[in-house]
């Protein structure tokens, strides 16, 4: 039975609510001020306090705040009849799980009591933060304890004993510039300075200025001779991000750079000899750039001395949750408070999603999830929707209308369009098998989308439950997946 705990002095507003939540599952009791509350909550526990704003005695934020202090978990629905913008920003910023205005909509009132109630049933099931990486794992920003990063992190160490160049690959989002900028933080050079340079961000025209320098009058608006990035990175270390952008006569000048050390500003001819590391990296297949002219091969070559390929987090979904705990953490230290707790449902649906946008993304939907959350636990309902919405929504339209022209148009186009991804991936990772990573992709897939229900997983896949089994087993898919 849930409990509910009403603090409103309106008796017309008490009768309501017992006519209302007239129920077995639920046990009303009401207060009729912020006080008689405060003073009931210990001992009855409630899941959940509606209340009033304005009330005889310390009025409803007062009563909140003081509330907040009490127990922090507690879900509160603060109405009133009476309201104004700032009055709602003050109780949502209290932490207020929602806030209403007299008179209510009764299925909308309940709707939000439910919700409410389920709230907070999950925050009574919630993971609590914990310090699952050392304090220099966190400084250091690179988190994972997967095969495919600790590869990455040697890696790491082979680059800081030298001064090679290096050519990080991966999608955007991976986490490239942490690399960079963790080869530079255990280099020879961690005492210079490091730059790093958005080539995609950087106007054509401006760009080889931006590296070079230029001399005064070498072009319209031109008034001062610039140094450029190159010069000002003597002795350190530069960073080239998407250097796939670049055009082809500033690919020329950075080869020129790599082979001798040499360049000249743009609108000069005297020689400027640097002395700079460089690393760069790409979210483009830079060998098909080559086969299309739009790289020059010998650039490409000079780049590639040593290659991190950064994977997707799609492809290490085990390390969503030392990711999460890694950003807990982080904005927890930003804004000087504890870590929040977050529940195993959320975690789960982490762990489930493709995550297009790989670890950026997963760090803007923490921080959006920890500005929204109505307490101290992140819940579903604090997730954006592509989340929380069920996917191939258009497959699945397709299939259950029975329309098998549609369903063809889409495996012929989709599918070849993922087989021609996954052998450019598997040319840039030695390491990648394409079909077992492809298989057990599917099976983890297939157990996600029917909630771990191996019958319904099976037919998904077109396979047999026993053939099913066999891949859970040897792919090591955990349990939870599998739970039928």
């Known amino acids: 039975m849930d409990k509910l705990l009403l603090i409103d002095d309106e008796a017309d507003v008490q009768y309501s609510f017992r006519r209302i939540f007239d129920s077995p599952e639920i046990e009303l009791t009401t207060a009729t001020s912020g006080e008689e509350g405060l003073r009931i909550i210990p001992k009855l526990k409630p899941n959940l306090v509606i209340m009033d704003i304005r009330m005889g005695g310390i009025n409803g934020l007062e009563t909140l705040r003081r509330l907040r202090q009490l127990d922090a978990k507690l879900p509160v629905i603060m109405m009133t009849a009476y309201g104004t913008t700032q009055t709602a920003i003050e109780a949502m910023k209290l932490g207020a799980y929602d806030y209403l205005l007299k008179?209510?909509?009764?299925?909308?009132?309940?709707?939000?009591?439910?919700?409410?109630?389920?709230?907070?049933?999950?925050?009574?099931?919630?993971?609590?933060?914990?310090?699952?990486?050392?304090?220099?794992?966190?400084?250091?920003?690179?988190?994972?304890?997967?095969?495919?990063?600790?590869?990455?992190?040697?890696?790491?160490?082979?680059?800081?004993?030298?001064?090679?160049?290096?050519?990080?690959?991966?999608?955007s989002g991976t986490g490239k510039e942490l690399v960079a900028r963790a080869i530079y933080s255990h280099s020879q050079r961690a005492g210079q300075a490091f730059l790093a340079i958005n080539c995609a961000a950087i106007p054509e025209n401006l760009l080889e200025s931006e590296l070079f320098g230029h001399e005064r009058g070498a072009f319209t608006g031109a008034t001062n001779q610039r140094i450029g990035k190159f010069e000002q990175c003597n002795h350190g270390t530069i960073f080239l991000d998407e250097i796939g952008d670049m055009t082809l006569a500033t690919q020329t000048k950075i080869l020129r750079v790599l082979q001798s050390g040499t360049f000249e500003r743009v609108g000069g001819n005297q020689p400027i000899k640097v002395d700079v590391r460089v690393i760069a990296a790409t979210n483009k297949p830079l060998e098909a750039a080559v086969a299309t002219k739009e790289f020059r091969e010998d650039l490409f070559y000079r780049l590639n001395v040593v290659r991190i390929a950064m994977p997707p987090l799609r492809d290490r979904r085990e390390d969503v949750r030392l990711l999460v705990n890694y950003f807990l953490k982080k904005f927890a230290q930003e804004q000087g408070q504890s870590p929040k707790s977050i529940s195993q449902d959320v975690l789960s649906l982490l762990e489930g999603y493709h995550w297009p946008g790989n670890v950026r993304e997963l760090e803007n939907v923490m921080r959006r999830a920890l500005v929204v959350t109505k307490g101290d636990a992140i819940l579903p309902s604090d997730l954006p929707p592509e989340l929380t919405t069920p996917r191939n929504q258009a497959a699945s339209t397709a299939s259950h209308s029975g329309d098998s022209n549609s369903v063809a148009r889409l495996e012929n186009a989709d599918v070849a369009t993922l087989a021609k991804a996954l052998f450019h991936r598997a040319r840039l990772d030695s390491k990648l098998k394409v079909i077992p990573a492809v298989e057990r992709e599917l099976v983890i897939q297939a157990l996600i989308e029917t909630q771990g229900n191996q019958v319904q997983a099976a037919k998904l896949l077109g396979i047999t439950r026993a053939t099913l089994r066999k891949r859970v087993e040897k792919f090591g898919i955990r349990q939870g997946l599998a739970i039928q």
């Open 103 to 171: 008179p209510f909509d009764v299925p909308k009132l309940k709707q939000i009591v439910f919700d409410a109630l389920k709230a907070a049933r999950a925050m009574k099931q919630v993971v609590s933060y914990q310090p699952l990486l050392e304090s220099e794992d966190y400084d250091l920003g690179i988190v994972g304890r997967c095969e495919q990063m600790q590869n990455v992190f040697k890696l790491i160490g082979q680059l800081s004993a030298s001064d090679a160049t290096a050519l990080i690959t991966g999608e």
